[in-house]
T-cell receptor, first 115, second 112 residues
Framework: DTAVSQTPKYLVTQMGNDKSIKCEQN?????MYWYKQDSKKFLKIMFS???????INETVPNRFSPKSPDKAHLNLHINSLELGDSAVYFC??????????????FGSGTQLSVL | GEDVEQSLFLSVREGDSSVINCTYT??????LYWYKQEPGAGLQLLTY?????DMKQDQRLTVLLNKKDKHLSLRIADTQTGDSAIYFC????????????FGQGTELSVKP
């Protein structure tokens, strides 16, 4: 009964390839996120969707394209992978109560290694 | 600015108290959080405090907030080896639609 599940857990690929990471939450939350965690454990928001609508889009290269087919799913597609894209990517969701109390529930991460 | 800063490492002996500190710069913070990340896992919310409070206690965890100095701390009483993890401080910014900003994490090592 995983609340936020993302696949795959590990992704090893060559530079220049296109890859996707999938995320699903069964918590009934309205808001979903993608975060990137670098090798120094620094965590930075990439995108946020509320009810399938993009609400946060940080300065991320346009090779990264999120897609939310419904509010329970938020996938991340990455084109033309580069060495610097190697990181752990976390999906998260929150109920978005509207009181700025963003309690996030995280998936277990996808470790992307670009060779 | 949006900076949230923490020291990178803390080492304690089992049974001692641990105090993890965090400073933030944005005065529009509404809620402040502590998340825990165990190896190979995602972050898990431990506790949070509203910006008009100065203390919150939850079992072995005590959060102290000094809003004047923009300083947040997490005290873990009777620290156990299972508490070894990375602890992230985070804040939501009222003037940015509630965007969550994380510190760089403090790696807590508990020695038996």
């Amino acid at each position: 009964d995983t609340a936020v599940s993302q696949t795959p857990k590990y992704l090893v690929t060559q530079m220049g390839n296109d890859k996707s990471i999938k995320c699903e939450q069964n918590l009934g939350h309205d808001t979903m996120y993608w975060y990137k965690q670098d090798s120094k454990k620094f965590l930075k928001i990439m995108f946020s969707y509320n009810n399938k609508e993009l609400i946060i889009n940080e300065t991320v290269p346009n090779r990264f394209s999120p897609k939310s087919p419904d509010k329970a799913h938020l996938n991340l597609h990455i084109n033309s992978l580069e060495l610097g894209d190697s990181a752990v990517y976390f999906c998260a969701s929150s109920p978005r109560t509207g009181a700025f109390n963003e309690k996030l529930f995280f998936g277990s991460g996808t470790q992307l290694s670009v060779l | 600015g949006e900076d949230v800063e923490q020291s990178l490492f803390l080492s304690v002996r089992e049974g001692d108290s641990s105090v993890i500190n965090c400073t933030y710069t944005d005065s529009s913070s509404t809620y402040l959080y502590w998340y825990k990340q165990e190896p190979g896992a995602g972050l898990q919310l431990l506790t949070y405090i509203f910006s008009n409070m100065d203390m919150k206690q939850d079992q072995r965890l005590t959060v102290l907030l000094n809003k004047k100095d923009k300083h947040l701390s997490l005290r873990i009483a009777d620290t156990q080896t299972g508490d070894s993890a990375i602890y992230f401080c985070a804040e939501t910014l009222y003037n940015q639609g509630g965007k969550l900003i994380f510190g760089q994490g403090t790696e807590l090592s508990v020695k038996p």
